[in-house]
């Protein structure tokens, strides 16, 4: 069992920066892959970046690619998601997912989510 809590969050102007914190449990962190997605309003559930259980293997949405950097510190068991150039349509509540072994971008494939980090981004 894994339990996820993020951080971070919070209001923004466009172009400012943000990052995301996730802390979790367990003793075998370092065998998950991470996954930091969002949700606006309206909207279903969208992948953003992930990144693989030793931290080298990192993928995002084209949406976010040159902007947000995924990292992880497993001493620490904390996956980070930091945000900078933020524009207004990144706001969304922000969600990071847990799944064993390797990296998807699919929703579904996840097994354990945190409550999620509210993110406003004003114009």
């Known amino acids: 069992q894994v339990q996820l809590v993020e951080s971070g969050g919070g209001l923004v102007q466009a172009g400012g920066s943000l990052r995301l914190s996730c802390a979790a449990s367990g003793r075998t962190f370092s065998s998950y892959a991470m996954g930091w997605f969002r949700q606006a309003p309206g909207k279903e559930r969208e992948f953003v970046a992930t990144?693989?259980?030793?931290?080298?293997?990192?993928y995002y949405a084209d949406s976010v690619k040159g902007r947000f950097t995924i990292s992880r510190d497993n001493a620490k068991n904390t996956v980070y998601l930091q945000m900078n150039s933020l524009k207004p349509e990144d706001t969304a509540v922000y969600y990071c997912?847990?799944?064993?072994?390797?990296?998807?971008?699919?929703?579904?494939?996840?097994?354990?989510w945190g409550q999620g980090t509210q993110v406003t981004v004003s114009s």
């Open positions: 990144i693989s259980g030793g931290g080298g293997s990192t």
């Open positions: 997912a847990a799944k064993r072994i390797t990296t998807s971008t699919i929703v579904a494939d996840y097994n354990y």
